[in-house]
């Protein structure tokens, strides 16, 4: 089982990126996926995650607003949608996901069992 994370980038504050996370070895349809970021000298942050169930998600509070997750599950792929980035959005993306069905929406670093490499995203200022 693999996850690929692609489309970080260097941009300025304001601008758009969105990641990819692609999944192979097994499809993902049934479980949540999520997206995590670790900026220089900090631990790793939730950024956003997505439910298995239809148009349930969960953002942190401070990408609320700017940030947009979504899945092709046909594709077995999700998406982060970033927008208005400041410098502060500065860090490492990571996806990651669930082993199996899960109806509540995790958090924490340990709910997920698999993860991608990271796409690093520099906004500068």
């Known amino acids: 089982v693999q996850l690929q994370a692609s489309g970080g980038g260097l941009v300025q504050a304001g601008a758009s990126l969105r990641l990819s996370c692609t999944a192979s070895?097994?499809?993902?349809?049934?479980?949540?996926m999520a997206w995590f970021r670790q900026a220089p000298g900090k631990d790793h942050e939730f950024v956003a995650a997505i439910s298995w169930v239809p148009d349930k998600t969960s953002y942190a509070d401070s990408v609320k607003g700017r940030f947009t997750i979504s899945r092709d599950s046909a594709k077995n792929t999700a998406y982060l949608q970033m927008s208005s980035l400041k410098p502060e959005d500065t860090a490492v993306y990571f996806c990651?996901?669930?082993?199996?069905?899960?109806?509540?929406?995790?958090?924490?670093?340990?709910?997920?069992?698999?993860w991608g490499q990271g796409t690093q995203v520099t906004v500068s200022s």
């Open positions: 070895g097994r499809t993902f349809g049934d479980v949540n």
């Open positions: 990651a996901a669930n082993s199996r069905t899960r109806l509540r929406i995790g958090v924490q670093m340990a709910e997920y069992a698999y």
